[in-house]
């Protein structure tokens, strides 16, 4: 299968700084990703569909100016979580369609602990 | 996108075979079922998809009656390795769609 890589693993900030995550499609073009949210214990939580070329498309209740989000090409994706704050400390997961094999599923990175202190 | 339900958590002893079952009673025509399975802070991985009847793979076989309205993962002949949480999803293009989470079932396996 396709290959989604994220980076860092994991990062621990102060509270007020700000932390960006990567997101790459390894093997593959992606126009389109998923950022994930995720709480121990708890499912993933959909925060925005990061779309290459535009603006990134917001769930619900989630902070575009918090969380910022840039296609930069098209097999990267950043999210940047701004002015970090210890209610921000979850698990970061993004994904990613692989069009090109006609697979109908979509393929995970390994996720970005955040830690913020 | 279709809700689903399925039990929150579910242990089994080693070597034994373990079926996770998964409600969708308003799964629409197109639908296809998709399971994925995700081990403590890794990101989901795809297991098996299917439409209708039975689907089996190297890793598990999943089984979808007649009305499509549940569907059920069977794991054969576990190890402590399959401990992970288990989310059965539900929709027609799982490849490009934006993909909504259940609380999924989380599977410990005792030695």
């Known amino acids: 299968g396709a290959v989604v890589s994220q980076h860092p693993s994991r990062v621990i900030c102060k509270s007020g700084t700000s932390v960006k995550i990567e997101c790459r499609s390894l093997?593959?073009?992606?126009?389109?990703m998923f950022w994930y949210r995720q709480f121990p214990k708890q499912s993933l939580m959909l925060m925005a569909t990061?779309?290459?070329?535009?603006?990134?498309?917001?769930e619900q209740g989630v902070e575009k100016d918090k969380f910022l989000i840039n296609h930069a090409s098209l097999t990267l994706s950043t999210l940047t979580v701004t002015s970090a704050h210890p209610e921000d400390s979850s698990f970061y997961i993004c994904?990613?369609?692989?069009?090109?094999?006609?697979?109908?599923?979509?393929?995970f990175g390994p996720g970005t602990r955040l830690t913020v202190l | 996108l279709a809700k689903t339900t399925q039990p929150i958590s579910m242990d089994s002893y080693e070597g034994q075979e373990v079926n996770i079952t998964c409600s969708h009673n308003?799964?629409?025509?197109?639908?296809?079922i998709t399971w994925y399975q995700q081990f403590p802070s890794q990101g989901p991985r795809f297991i098996i998809q299917?439409?209708?009847t039975k689907v089996t793979n190297e890793v598990a076989s999943l089984f979808i009656p007649a009305d499509r309205k549940s569907s059920t993962l069977s794991l054969p002949r576990v190890s402590l390795s399959d401990t992970a949480v288990y989310y059965c999803?539900?929709?027609?293009?799982?490849?490009?769609?934006?993909?909504?989470f259940g609380t999924g079932t989380r599977l410990t396996i005792i030695p």
């Open positions: 994904s990613a369609p692989n069009p090109g094999t006609g697979e109908n599923e979509q393929f």
């Open positions: 093997d593959f073009q992606a126009t389109t």
């Open positions: 990061s779309n290459e070329g535009s603006k990134a498309t917001y």
């Open positions: 308003n799964i629409a025509t197109n639908d296809y």
């Open positions: 299917g439409y209708k």
């Open positions: 999803l539900v929709g027609d293009d799982f490849g490009n769609e934006k993909l909504t």
